[in-house]
Protein backbone atom coordinates (compact mmCIF):
# COMPACT_ATOMS: atom_id res chain seq x y z
CA UNK A 1 0.00 0.00 0.00
CA UNK A 2 1.08 3.61 -0.51
CA UNK A 3 0.07 7.35 -0.39
CA UNK A 4 -1.59 9.55 -2.35
CA UNK A 5 -3.49 12.39 -3.23
CA UNK A 6 -6.83 11.59 -5.55
CA UNK A 7 -9.14 13.41 -7.15
CA UNK A 8 -12.82 11.83 -7.71
CA UNK A 9 -15.57 13.34 -9.63
CA UNK A 10 -19.18 11.78 -8.95
CA UNK A 11 -22.73 13.28 -9.42
CA UNK A 12 -23.06 12.68 -5.78
CA UNK A 13 -19.81 14.04 -3.98
CA UNK A 14 -18.81 16.07 -6.87
CA UNK A 15 -14.88 17.10 -7.71
CA UNK A 16 -12.95 16.09 -4.17
CA UNK A 17 -9.60 15.45 -3.89
CA UNK A 18 -8.45 13.58 -0.95
CA UNK A 19 -5.67 12.06 0.79
CA UNK A 20 -5.59 8.15 0.31
CA UNK A 21 -3.97 5.04 0.45
CA UNK A 22 -3.99 3.09 -2.87
CA UNK A 23 -2.52 -0.78 -3.64
CA UNK A 24 0.18 -1.06 -5.92
CA UNK A 25 -1.70 -3.39 -8.12
CA UNK A 26 -4.14 -0.26 -8.70
CA UNK A 27 -1.21 1.79 -10.48
CA UNK A 28 -2.15 2.32 -14.26
CA UNK A 29 -1.19 -0.55 -16.56
CA UNK A 30 -0.44 1.36 -19.58
CA UNK A 31 3.24 2.09 -17.97
CA UNK A 32 6.43 0.11 -18.12
CA UNK A 33 8.37 1.83 -15.35
CA UNK A 34 7.92 1.49 -11.90
CA UNK A 35 9.09 4.65 -9.64
CA UNK A 36 9.24 5.10 -5.99
CA UNK A 37 8.62 8.88 -5.66
CA UNK A 38 11.36 10.69 -3.66
CA UNK A 39 9.98 14.20 -3.93
CA UNK A 40 7.34 15.75 -5.85
CA UNK A 41 6.20 19.47 -6.13
CA UNK A 42 2.65 21.86 -6.48
CA UNK A 43 3.10 23.60 -10.07
CA UNK A 44 0.62 26.07 -10.92
CA UNK A 45 -1.28 23.76 -13.29
CA UNK A 46 -1.34 20.93 -10.44
CA UNK A 47 -3.29 23.75 -8.14
CA UNK A 48 -5.99 23.78 -11.32
CA UNK A 49 -6.21 19.83 -11.33
CA UNK A 50 -6.84 19.82 -7.28
CA UNK A 51 -9.62 22.27 -7.03
CA UNK A 52 -11.15 21.67 -10.06
CA UNK A 53 -11.07 24.99 -11.25
CA UNK A 54 -10.04 24.39 -14.86
CA UNK A 55 -10.63 21.35 -16.93
CA UNK A 56 -6.95 20.26 -16.88
CA UNK A 57 -7.92 16.21 -15.38
CA UNK A 58 -9.25 14.20 -18.16
CA UNK A 59 -10.31 11.01 -16.30
CA UNK A 60 -10.80 10.23 -12.85
CA UNK A 61 -10.39 8.74 -10.44
CA UNK A 62 -6.79 10.20 -11.02
CA UNK A 63 -3.44 10.63 -9.05
CA UNK A 64 -2.45 14.36 -9.74
CA UNK A 65 0.84 15.95 -9.69
CA UNK A 66 2.68 16.98 -13.29
CA UNK A 67 5.91 16.31 -11.84
CA UNK A 68 8.49 13.69 -9.62
CA UNK A 69 11.53 12.46 -8.76
CA UNK A 70 12.33 8.92 -7.65
CA UNK A 71 14.08 5.45 -7.55
CA UNK A 72 12.91 2.90 -10.44
CA UNK A 73 12.03 -0.34 -8.60
CA UNK A 74 10.86 -2.63 -11.56
CA UNK A 75 11.31 -1.97 -15.40
CA UNK A 76 10.45 -3.44 -18.53
CA UNK A 77 11.89 -0.48 -20.81
CA UNK A 78 15.44 -0.90 -22.15
CA UNK A 79 16.83 2.60 -20.76
CA UNK A 80 15.58 1.79 -16.93
CA UNK A 81 16.67 -0.87 -14.15
CA UNK A 82 15.85 -0.51 -10.81
CA UNK A 83 17.70 1.75 -8.54
CA UNK A 84 18.23 4.49 -11.75
CA UNK A 85 17.36 7.87 -10.35
CA UNK A 86 14.98 9.88 -12.58
CA UNK A 87 12.67 12.71 -13.10
CA UNK A 88 9.94 13.00 -15.03
CA UNK A 89 7.88 16.21 -15.95
CA UNK A 90 4.88 16.65 -18.33
CA UNK A 91 3.94 14.29 -21.28
CA UNK A 92 0.27 14.43 -19.49
CA UNK A 93 1.30 13.06 -15.91
CA UNK A 94 -1.05 14.51 -13.55
CA UNK A 95 -3.76 15.12 -16.41
CA UNK A 96 -4.79 11.85 -18.19
CA UNK A 97 -2.53 9.30 -16.61
CA UNK A 98 -1.56 9.26 -12.67
CA UNK A 99 0.82 11.75 -11.31
CA UNK A 100 3.91 12.31 -8.81
CA UNK A 101 1.46 13.57 -5.75
CA UNK A 102 1.75 9.53 -4.44
CA UNK A 103 4.52 7.82 -2.93
CA UNK A 104 4.54 5.01 -6.27
CA UNK A 105 4.23 5.96 -9.60
CA UNK A 106 3.74 3.33 -12.91
CA UNK A 107 4.63 5.80 -16.50
CA UNK A 108 6.29 5.17 -19.64
CA UNK A 109 10.02 4.72 -19.49
CA UNK A 110 10.09 7.09 -22.67
CA UNK A 111 9.01 9.93 -20.62
CA UNK A 112 11.77 9.81 -17.53
CA UNK A 113 15.15 11.67 -17.73
CA UNK A 114 17.70 10.59 -15.63
CA UNK A 115 18.79 12.53 -12.78
CA UNK A 116 21.68 14.80 -13.84
CA UNK A 117 25.49 14.26 -11.68
CA UNK A 118 25.20 16.76 -8.66
CA UNK A 119 21.47 17.11 -8.18
CA UNK A 120 19.39 15.19 -5.57
CA UNK A 121 15.79 14.82 -6.26
CA UNK A 122 15.22 17.21 -3.75
CA UNK A 123 16.55 19.85 -5.24
CA UNK A 124 15.23 18.79 -8.52
CA UNK A 125 11.90 19.23 -7.02
CA UNK A 126 12.33 22.08 -5.66
CA UNK A 127 12.95 23.03 -9.35
CA UNK A 128 10.22 20.98 -10.58
CA UNK A 129 8.30 21.57 -13.92
CA UNK A 130 8.78 25.53 -13.37
CA UNK A 131 11.75 25.70 -13.41
CA UNK A 132 11.99 23.63 -16.30
CA UNK A 133 10.42 25.65 -18.15
CA UNK A 134 11.98 28.63 -16.44
CA UNK A 135 15.30 26.78 -17.93
CA UNK A 136 13.68 26.23 -21.49
CA UNK A 137 13.01 29.52 -21.42
CA UNK A 138 16.30 30.77 -20.89
CA UNK A 139 17.60 28.58 -23.41
CA UNK A 140 15.33 29.47 -26.04
CA UNK A 141 16.94 33.29 -25.83
CA UNK A 142 20.20 31.90 -25.30
CA UNK A 143 19.82 30.72 -28.98
CA UNK A 144 18.35 34.00 -29.91
CA UNK A 145 21.56 35.97 -28.36
CA UNK A 146 23.89 33.82 -29.36
CA UNK A 147 22.88 33.99 -33.16
CA UNK A 148 22.34 37.85 -33.34
CA UNK A 149 25.48 38.22 -31.11
CA UNK A 150 23.92 39.94 -28.15
CA UNK A 151 26.21 39.68 -25.00
CA UNK A 152 25.28 39.09 -21.40
CA UNK A 153 25.12 42.55 -20.01
CA UNK A 154 24.42 44.51 -22.95
CA UNK A 155 20.81 45.55 -22.17
CA UNK A 156 17.91 44.88 -19.57
CA UNK A 157 16.22 41.33 -19.18
CA UNK A 158 12.50 41.29 -18.30
CA UNK A 159 10.77 38.80 -16.18
CA UNK A 160 7.17 38.62 -15.51
CA UNK A 161 5.43 37.17 -12.69
CA UNK A 162 8.79 37.27 -10.40
CA UNK A 163 7.87 35.82 -7.13
CA UNK A 164 6.31 33.09 -9.05
CA UNK A 165 7.97 29.70 -9.57
CA UNK A 166 8.70 30.05 -13.41
CA UNK A 167 9.42 33.73 -12.50
CA UNK A 168 11.67 33.32 -9.67
CA UNK A 169 14.16 30.93 -11.30
CA UNK A 170 14.51 32.53 -14.34
CA UNK A 171 16.02 35.92 -12.25
CA UNK A 172 18.11 33.60 -10.79
CA UNK A 173 19.34 31.88 -13.82
CA UNK A 174 19.82 34.69 -15.80
CA UNK A 175 21.55 36.71 -13.31
CA UNK A 176 23.95 33.74 -12.75
CA UNK A 177 24.61 33.84 -16.69
CA UNK A 178 25.74 37.35 -16.34
CA UNK A 179 22.51 39.32 -17.27
CA UNK A 180 20.99 42.68 -16.26
CA UNK A 181 17.64 41.25 -15.06
CA UNK A 182 14.16 43.55 -14.52
CA UNK A 183 11.59 41.93 -12.17
CA UNK A 184 7.71 42.86 -12.52
CA UNK A 185 5.77 41.54 -9.48
CA UNK A 186 2.55 42.56 -7.94
CA UNK A 187 4.37 41.72 -4.93
CA UNK A 188 6.54 45.10 -4.18
CA UNK A 189 6.80 44.08 -0.59
CA UNK A 190 8.69 41.13 -1.88
CA UNK A 191 11.52 43.59 -3.38
CA UNK A 192 14.25 42.55 -1.30
CA UNK A 193 13.35 38.96 -2.18
CA UNK A 194 13.70 39.40 -6.11
CA UNK A 195 16.88 41.60 -5.70
CA UNK A 196 18.36 38.80 -3.68
CA UNK A 197 17.76 36.12 -6.36
CA UNK A 198 19.52 38.81 -9.00
CA UNK A 199 16.95 41.07 -10.06
CA UNK A 200 19.09 44.74 -10.40
CA UNK A 201 15.27 46.24 -10.66
CA UNK A 202 12.46 45.46 -9.73
CA UNK A 203 8.92 46.99 -10.91
CA UNK A 204 5.15 47.43 -10.43
CA UNK A 205 3.35 44.66 -12.46
CA UNK A 206 0.57 47.28 -13.49
CA UNK A 207 3.05 48.85 -15.68
CA UNK A 208 2.59 46.14 -17.84
CA UNK A 209 -1.12 44.70 -17.26
CA UNK A 210 -3.19 46.90 -18.80
CA UNK A 211 -3.74 47.81 -22.36
CA UNK A 212 -1.07 49.64 -24.23
CA UNK A 213 0.70 51.20 -27.06
CA UNK A 214 1.59 48.63 -30.22
CA UNK A 215 4.77 49.57 -29.83
CA UNK A 216 6.87 51.58 -26.70
CA UNK A 217 10.12 52.81 -25.86
CA UNK A 218 12.75 49.91 -26.96
CA UNK A 219 13.80 48.79 -23.29
CA UNK A 220 14.20 44.40 -23.29
CA UNK A 221 17.16 42.64 -25.25
CA UNK A 222 14.68 39.64 -23.92
CA UNK A 223 12.01 38.53 -21.92
CA UNK A 224 10.64 35.85 -19.99
CA UNK A 225 6.92 35.87 -19.53
CA UNK A 226 4.68 33.61 -17.66
CA UNK A 227 1.90 35.76 -17.95
CA UNK A 228 0.41 35.97 -20.89
CA UNK A 229 -2.52 38.75 -22.25
CA UNK A 230 -1.64 41.98 -21.96
CA UNK A 231 1.50 42.07 -20.20
CA UNK A 232 3.02 39.69 -22.80
CA UNK A 233 1.44 42.05 -25.27
CA UNK A 234 3.57 45.47 -23.82
CA UNK A 235 6.11 42.74 -23.09
CA UNK A 236 6.61 42.55 -27.47
CA UNK A 237 5.46 46.46 -27.74
CA UNK A 238 8.89 47.06 -25.45
CA UNK A 239 11.29 44.60 -26.62
CA UNK A 240 14.10 46.32 -28.48
CA UNK A 241 15.04 46.05 -32.46
CA UNK A 242 16.11 42.34 -33.05
CA UNK A 243 15.14 41.12 -29.10
CA UNK A 244 13.14 38.12 -27.98
CA UNK A 245 10.34 36.73 -26.42
CA UNK A 246 9.66 33.61 -24.32
CA UNK A 247 6.09 33.01 -23.26
CA UNK A 248 5.46 30.09 -21.08
CA UNK A 249 2.38 31.19 -19.24
CA UNK A 250 -0.84 32.65 -18.70
CA UNK A 251 -1.49 33.62 -15.11
CA UNK A 252 -2.93 37.17 -16.24
CA UNK A 253 -5.28 35.70 -19.28
CA UNK A 254 -4.71 32.97 -21.80
CA UNK A 255 -5.84 36.33 -24.31
CA UNK A 256 -2.89 37.94 -26.53
CA UNK A 257 -4.10 41.52 -27.22
CA UNK A 258 -1.50 42.64 -29.45
CA UNK A 259 -0.53 44.27 -32.88
CA UNK A 260 2.57 42.60 -35.36
CA UNK A 261 3.87 46.04 -35.02
CA UNK A 262 6.96 44.68 -32.93
CA UNK A 263 7.42 42.03 -35.54
CA UNK A 264 7.17 43.81 -38.45
CA UNK A 265 8.69 46.92 -37.69
CA UNK A 266 11.39 45.96 -34.93
CA UNK A 267 12.14 41.70 -36.08
CA UNK A 268 10.91 40.76 -32.46
CA UNK A 269 10.56 37.13 -32.07
CA UNK A 270 8.34 35.72 -29.90
CA UNK A 271 9.02 31.94 -28.50
CA UNK A 272 6.51 29.62 -27.43
CA UNK A 273 7.92 27.23 -24.38
CA UNK A 274 6.37 23.94 -23.99
CA UNK A 275 7.22 21.92 -21.42
CA UNK A 276 4.73 19.13 -21.63
CA UNK A 277 6.05 17.23 -24.79
CA UNK A 278 9.34 18.60 -25.29
CA UNK A 279 11.60 16.71 -26.98
CA UNK A 280 14.02 14.54 -24.60
CA UNK A 281 17.50 15.81 -26.08
CA UNK A 282 15.96 19.55 -24.81
CA UNK A 283 14.97 17.89 -21.24
CA UNK A 284 18.32 16.72 -20.85
CA UNK A 285 19.96 19.56 -21.92
CA UNK A 286 17.87 21.49 -19.64
CA UNK A 287 18.34 19.42 -16.80
CA UNK A 288 21.90 19.65 -17.07
CA UNK A 289 22.36 23.20 -17.38
CA UNK A 290 20.19 23.42 -14.14
CA UNK A 291 22.36 21.18 -12.63
CA UNK A 292 25.56 22.99 -13.04
CA UNK A 293 23.87 26.96 -13.73
CA UNK A 294 21.50 27.37 -10.98
CA UNK A 295 22.85 29.19 -7.23
CA UNK A 296 21.71 26.18 -4.52
CA UNK A 297 21.64 29.25 -2.00
CA UNK A 298 19.12 30.97 -4.14
CA UNK A 299 17.08 27.28 -4.50
CA UNK A 300 16.81 27.08 -1.13
CA UNK A 301 15.64 30.58 -0.55
CA UNK A 302 12.70 30.26 -2.69
CA UNK A 303 11.88 26.54 -1.49
CA UNK A 304 9.20 25.95 0.71
CA UNK A 305 8.47 22.07 2.36
CA UNK A 306 4.92 21.10 2.46
CA UNK A 307 3.65 17.34 3.49
CA UNK A 308 1.30 15.45 0.86
CA UNK A 309 -1.79 16.29 2.49
CA UNK A 310 -0.88 20.07 2.89
CA UNK A 311 -0.96 20.18 -0.92
CA UNK A 312 -4.33 20.56 -1.01
CA UNK A 313 -4.89 23.39 0.68
CA UNK A 314 -1.73 24.82 -1.10
CA UNK A 315 -3.74 24.09 -4.60
CA UNK A 316 -5.91 27.39 -3.98
CA UNK A 317 -3.26 29.61 -2.36
CA UNK A 318 -0.74 28.92 -5.76
CA UNK A 319 -3.96 30.13 -8.22
CA UNK A 320 -4.49 32.78 -5.69
CA UNK A 321 -1.18 33.69 -6.35
CA UNK A 322 -0.02 33.95 -2.61
CA UNK A 323 2.47 31.22 -3.15
CA UNK A 324 6.39 32.42 -3.18
CA UNK A 325 8.65 30.57 -5.35
CA UNK A 326 8.60 26.86 -5.18
CA UNK A 327 6.97 24.25 -2.86
CA UNK A 328 8.38 20.99 -2.68
CA UNK A 329 6.71 18.30 -1.82
CA UNK A 330 7.71 15.13 0.99
CA UNK A 331 5.14 12.20 -0.07
CA UNK A 332 6.89 10.44 2.29
P1 LIG B 1 3.00 30.64 -9.93
O1 LIG B 1 1.59 30.68 -9.45
O2 LIG B 1 4.06 30.16 -9.03
O3 LIG B 1 3.43 32.10 -10.45
C1 LIG B 1 2.65 32.91 -11.27
C2 LIG B 1 2.98 34.35 -10.95
O4 LIG B 1 2.34 35.19 -11.90
C3 LIG B 1 2.47 34.81 -9.59
O5 LIG B 1 3.34 34.50 -8.54
C4 LIG B 1 2.35 36.31 -9.81
O6 LIG B 1 3.65 36.88 -9.65
C5 LIG B 1 1.99 36.42 -11.29
N1 LIG B 1 0.55 36.65 -11.48
C6 LIG B 1 -0.47 35.94 -10.94
N2 LIG B 1 -1.65 36.45 -11.32
C7 LIG B 1 -1.37 37.50 -12.13
C8 LIG B 1 -2.17 38.44 -12.83
N3 LIG B 1 -3.49 38.41 -12.80
N4 LIG B 1 -1.54 39.40 -13.55
C9 LIG B 1 -0.19 39.46 -13.61
N5 LIG B 1 0.61 38.59 -12.95
C10 LIG B 1 0.03 37.63 -12.23
O7 LIG B 1 2.97 29.76 -11.26
P2 LIG B 1 4.21 29.12 -12.06
O8 LIG B 1 5.36 30.02 -12.00
O9 LIG B 1 4.35 27.70 -11.68
O10 LIG B 1 3.60 29.13 -13.54
C11 LIG B 1 3.44 30.39 -14.18
C12 LIG B 1 2.65 30.19 -15.47
O11 LIG B 1 3.41 29.37 -16.37
C13 LIG B 1 1.29 29.51 -15.28
O12 LIG B 1 0.36 30.12 -16.15
C14 LIG B 1 1.58 28.08 -15.71
O13 LIG B 1 0.43 27.43 -16.17
C15 LIG B 1 2.59 28.30 -16.81
N6 LIG B 1 3.46 27.15 -17.05
C16 LIG B 1 3.58 26.73 -18.34
C17 LIG B 1 4.38 25.69 -18.66
C18 LIG B 1 4.56 25.32 -20.07
O14 LIG B 1 4.96 24.18 -20.38
N7 LIG B 1 4.33 26.22 -21.00
C19 LIG B 1 5.05 24.89 -17.61
C20 LIG B 1 4.94 25.49 -16.27
C21 LIG B 1 4.13 26.56 -16.03
P3 LIG B 1 3.85 38.25 -8.80
O15 LIG B 1 3.17 38.02 -7.50
O16 LIG B 1 5.33 38.39 -8.71
O17 LIG B 1 3.19 39.34 -9.61
Known sequence: MFKALLINKTDDAGYRCALTELDEAQLPANGDVTVRVDWSTLNYKDGLAITGKSPVVRSFPLVPGIDFAGTVTASEHPRWKAGDRVILNGFGVGESHWGGLAQMARVKGDWLVALPDGLDARDAMAIGTAG?????????????????????????????GA????????????????????????????????????????????????????????????????????????????????GAVAACGLAQGMDLPASVA??????VTLYGIDSVMAPLARREAAWAQLATGLDRGKLAAITHEIGLADAIGAASEILAGQVRGRLVVNVN
Request: charged share 15%; net charge positive; with cysteine.
Open 132 to 160: YTAMLCVMALQRHWAEAGVKPGSGEVLVT
Open 163 to 242: NGGVGSIAIALLAGLGHTVVASTGRLGEADFLKALGAAEVIDRSTLSAAGKPLQKERWIGVVDSVGSHTLANACASTRYG
Open 262 to 267: PFILRG
